[in-house]
């Protein structure tokens, strides 16, 4: 599990167009790194879609914003095209990624328990180190928060 003070695994994830992405790649900038149940469900889709409305501000505020999800990378570029979605996507298939950062987690939906992935973002300072983290994330307003504290970062 990646704790405050932890460095960005040396992981790599698929993007929603297929091409390998280093999670180190983006040291040198902050990076927002979000986890998300599963694309095109309603949750989801306001996620990706807050953080799409804000990606100009992210980018400005000198930051990378990537979502993650157990999806297809064929699955994420079906989502993104079917709402326009701007914030970049991609696939953690295998579960290495979302096993590191603890965000595999159980869960019970009436009454049933499975395993799924948890809503979490990681917010990594642009050396590397996880500098902030929300878990059991609640869509309204997260993206905004989440811009605020890539803004102190200074």
């Known amino acids: 599990m990646v704790d405050i003070g932890d460095m960005l695994p040396d992981l790599s994830l698929v993007s929603a167009e297929g091409e390998p992405l280093g999670l180190r790649d983006f040291v040198g900038r902050p990076l927002v790194l979000y986890f998300y149940p599963k694309a095109d469900t309603t949750g989801c889709t306001r996620e ?55 965000v595999w987690v159980e869960k019970q939906l009436y009454g049933k328990r499975y395993m799924g992935l948890e809503r979490a973002t990681f917010l990594f300072e642009a050396g590397g180190t996880l500098a902030r983290d929300w878990r059991k994330v609640r869509v309204a307003g997260h993206a905004e928060s989440v811009l605020e504290s890539v803004r102190a970062l200074g």
Do not use: C, N
């Open 48 to 102: 990706a879609q807050d953080f799409s409305a804000l990606l100009p501000a992210f980018t400005a505020a000198g930051a990378a914003v990537l979502g993650v999800s157990r999806d297809t990378p064929a699955r994420l570029a079906k989502f993104a095209a079917k709402y326009g979605l701007a914030v970049p996507l991609a696939s953690d298939e295998a579960g290495a990624i979302s096993e590191a950062f603890g």
